[in-house]
Nanobody
């Protein structure tokens, strides 16, 4: 079992920044990669970014590339999502998720992630 708790969401003006955190506990040594997904009202959940626990390889959705940065602190069992130059279209509930299955590749699809946090709301005003 892995437990994930997101924090850091809130209301910010367009152009502003937020940093999301995802604290993990439980079988953290079994995690191969951590991902961030988001779901806007009326839309399906979509991939945002992911990072491998070992080596630090990352992947980003085209819509956030150059604006968002994912990082991890394995000693603290925490993954971060630094979000800069925020846009109103970034408004969504953001979820972190843990992949305990894929030992080589970063997978951008939800099915690869076995454990999920409860989500944190990010609202960007124009």
């Amino acid at each position: 079992q892995v437990q994930l708790v997101e924090s850091g969401g809130g209301l910010v003006q367009a152009g502003g920044s937020l940093r999301l955190s995802c604290a993990t506990s439980g079988r953290t040594v079994s995690i191969y990669a951590m991902g961030w997904f988001r779901q806007a009202p009326g839309k399906e959940r979509e991939f945002v970014a992911a990072i491998r626990r070992s080596g630090g390889r990352t992947a980003y959705a085209d819509s956030v590339k150059g604006r968002f940065t994912i990082s991890r602190d394995n000693d603290k069992n925490t993954v971060y999502l630094q979000m800069n130059s925020l846009k109103p279209e970034d408004t969504a509930v953001y979820y972190c998720a843990a992949d305990l299955t894929n030992s080589v590749y970063i997978v951008r699809e939800e099915y690869a992630y076995e454990y999920w946090g409860q989500g944190t709301q990010v609202t960007v005003s124009s």
